[in-house]
């Protein structure tokens, strides 16, 4: 993936506004979205995966057809946004009655997924309750806790029809920053040989298949670049089904990765025994690259500076109190300075939400949302996370 983010409203941002901060860049994203549908089959559906990013739900309301939500809080942000419910699946491990009660009672169409007997009880009963109707996606299980195996799927399935929900079709998502186009196609053949067996044995049509492909983002220097590969095989894999029905890629990473970056500033440089430390205003709390282990690899980095003079190679570390809050090793930057700004590309996915923002009680970063439209608008202000790590409460 190439770093995308365009030079000169990076430098506005820089000038403008305080590190450290995420800079998520709509116009990129809607453009990443149309790249990623044209390369798909016609009627393949697109739904983001909020977790990656939810301060993008809004802008891209117009752009893909669902919002997969996995917590209360997801939920939440899709109601604080508008999001009409007709695009909401309602996914995720934890199902409380009490949350299905709410989210069924007040909307009619969200998708609920299901993924264990409890869920099955806790949403059939919930609809029985409120007499709404509800549809649902029964989730098989990869070989992990999410999910169920395809015994139970298939005894739900047979002990059916049931009053007020409607079995409408399966979800499966084995893991993300696949490499291999022969997974994808595998795992597709096994899913339509399971949408034929359920129409031969128990005359059940799956009306709909929901899909985590879990596409790979390029994060680090000097790796194979495999996005369009993938993309590639996906599209392919899709087009060989026999299933005829609705093929719907739930995506977080793929969309949302290249849209982002993580600015930071050099607060201190040193030379501890013959190695140059930089000391940047964020950390690891604030930057998330799937595979980064132990800062071993080079993300796409753009330094900002008068760079005049050598280059020397820096270990970069953030703010925290902690010897692993390293961001990289030994990377080569030009006469790099106190004050100088350094830009990591593609942190659009993940970065933002997965970090350990809490620890040290640092401030969470501000977050600036670009469109040529609207220029920068404030989707999060930064903010102080001290309240939270102590709670003085009076005493009586
Ligand atoms: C059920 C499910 N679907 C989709 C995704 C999105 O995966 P990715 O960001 O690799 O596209 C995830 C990520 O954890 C997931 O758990």
């Known amino acids: 993936m190439k770093p995308d983010v365009n ?136 070989g992990n806790q999410f999910g169920m195996d395809e015994s139970s799927i298939r005894r739900i399935i047979l002990e059916g029809p049931y009053e007020y929900v409607e079995i409408i079709g399966l979800q499966y998502f084995s893991g993300t920053q696949k490499k291999s186009g022969a997974k994808l196609e595998s795992e597709f053949m096994m899913l339509d040989q399971l949408c034929a067996d359920l129409q031969n044995q128990y005359q059940f049509t799956v009306q709909k298949l929901e899909y985590g492909p879990g596409l790979p983002v390029c994060y680090f220097e000097g790796e194979k670049d495999e996005e369009e590969a993938m993309l590639l095989a996906l599209s392919k894999a899709i087009e060989n089904l026999t299933f005829q029905g609705l093929v719907t890629l739930e995506m977080g990473r793929f969309i949302a990765a290249s849209c982002g970056v993580y600015a930071t500033s050099v607060v201190d440089l040193k030379t501890n025994n013959d190695q140059s430390y930089c000391i940047v205003d964020g950390g690891i709390h604030q930057l998330n690259y799937y595979g980064q282990m132990l800062a071993m690899k080079k993300p796409f980095i753009t330094h900002y500076g008068k760079q005049e003079g050598d280059v020397r190679d820096w270990t970069v570390c953030g703010s925290l109190c902690t010897s692993s809050d390293v961001l990289v ?36 970063p501000l977050i600036l949302l670009y469109s040529e439209n609207e220029q920068f608008r404030t989707a999060r202000p930064s903010l102080a996370t001290d309240q939270f790590n102590f709670f003085h409460s009076e005493r009586g």
Not at 55 to 83: N, W
Not at 339 to 363: C, H, I, K
């Open 329 to 364: 090793r030994q990377y080569p930057f030009k006469a790099l300075e106190q004050g100088d700004q350094l830009v990591f590309q593609n942190t659009g996915a993940y970065s933002a939400t997965e970090g350990m923002a809490m620890f040290l009680s640092r401030d969470l």
């Open 7 to 142: 030079e000169s409203k990076l430098k506005t941002a820089l000038e403008t506004y305080k590190t450290p901060f995420y800079l998520f860049d709509t116009d990129i994203l809607t453009e990443r979205i149309m790249e990623i549908r044209s390369a798909l089959p016609p009627k393949t559906q697109i739904c983001f995966a909020m977790k990656a990013n939810p301060f993008l739900v809004k802008d891209m309301e117009k752009h893909v057809d669902y919002f997969e939500v996995c917590s209360p809080g997801e939920f939440h942000i899709c109601e604080r946004a508008g999001i009409d419910e007709k695009r909401i699946v309602m996914s995720g491990v934890y199902k409380k009655q009490e949350d299905m009660e709410y989210a069924i009672s007040k909307y009619e169409d969200i998708i609920f997924t299901v993924e264990s007997f409890e869920h099955w009880k806790i949403l059939t009963s919930c609809a029985l309750k409120e007499k709404r109707n509800i549809r649902v996606l029964l989730r098989l299980t990869s």
